[in-house]
């Protein structure tokens, strides 16, 4: 839980609750110290009360009208005195915290709060040897109070203001460190996702300086390298489309003019022979192999160079895909949305657009299971936009990429463009990216 708090929540929480103990400490010591302080000032008063009757009553025994001498003695005391004559008659004297009533500026809870020491001295007054009443020592405890009050009042204000010092320089300081962290943080994040070009700010204190010096030293080398492997990427796919080419040129030259000239003495044979002999029989079935062969030979060639887009175009080229799809396979609805400036991309780009719809559409007929798809290939700004989706059954968990759509991502990855395959509302999508005008120069593969 404590590693889930922020940087400035965990420096905080220690801070205050150390203040807040401070502050309870105080009042805890100012409980425990005030009763005993309140005590020590005011026992020299208790002393002075004992002798002041010790007197009255050496007083009283020698007078010859001791009542006459009391009644004088308690005039003179007056009403504001803390020595005050209780008769017998009155009960007992009265607890000094029970006089404490709204003192100004005092609160109740904080006389409670107080443990106040019993401090009325009580001297028995004795006239003709009966006791008469008491002199007690009632202390008015209500400026000694007020100034407790007032110091704890004066603990609160230090606390308070020690903890908006605190605060503020821990709030201040936490922006500090947090601020070149942060931005650390983020600087690492756009690497993750492949934006080596933006640099991280160095700033802070000298280890954070290093890690930010060291993450933008790091985005430098990974950003190389990126530009590296597309450069091998590019490299690679353009090798491929020249075996490609090569390839489809000598299945062209050579296995083309063969699988005609079979063709061309196959029907001579026909014609020649007898119709009802088994050997004219026998040529059909052979005419017959042999323009099968001569159709599976032109499917190949389009798989491994299609000529035709650098005559029609790109959107001409895949819309004659789409309806060889349709031919193949009556029993898939496909709709299709083409881009018709598609057909001023040429070059490596392309023949990757076109090979992506290829195998995409490859991959729903053999695996898909599905009933209907769309193609949808557009230009949007300095991007195109290529997405086929069916509604098939999908594709199986941790076989995201097949060897066919893998070998397309390696395409994509090399013209510096993303393929995806994701599922949504019972529907699989094959999504690319393509950058437009950085790949549009790009040198062609033949």
Known sequence: MWQRLSFRTQLFLPLGASLLAALILGGMLLQTFAGGQLAEENEPRQRSTLAIATALNNTLRASDNPRQTLDAFVHSLGTSSDIQFRAAEEGPAPSPKGGLRNLHGVPQWFIELLVIPEMDAASPVIIDGRRVGDLVFLPDLSADLFEKWIGFLALICLVLALMVLTGTIAYVFAGSALRPLRNLGDGLTRIRRGDYATPIPVAGPPEIRQSCEEANSLAATLAQLSADNRNLLHRLVSLQDDERRDLAREMHDELGPLLFSIRAGTIALIEASSPAGNLGNSAQEVLQSVEALQQTNRRILDRLRPLYIEELGLATSVQTLLQNFRKQSPHIGLTATIDP?????????????????????????????????????????????????????????????????????????????????????DRTYVRCRLPVETTRDAPSSG
């Open 341 to 425: 400036g598609l057909n001023g991309i040429d070059g490596p780009l392309a023949q990757t657009v076109y090979r992506v719809i290829q195998e995409a559409l490859t991959n729903v007929l053999r695996h898909a299971k599905a009933g209907n798809a769309h193609v949808q290939a557009t230009v949007a700004g300095e991007a195109l936009l290529i997405e086929i989706s069916d509604d098939g059954g999908g594709f199986p968990a941790g076989n995201v990429f097949g060897r066919g759509l893998t070998g397309m991502h390696e395409r994509v990855r090399a013209l510096s463009g993303s393929l995806s395959l994701l599922r949504a509302d």
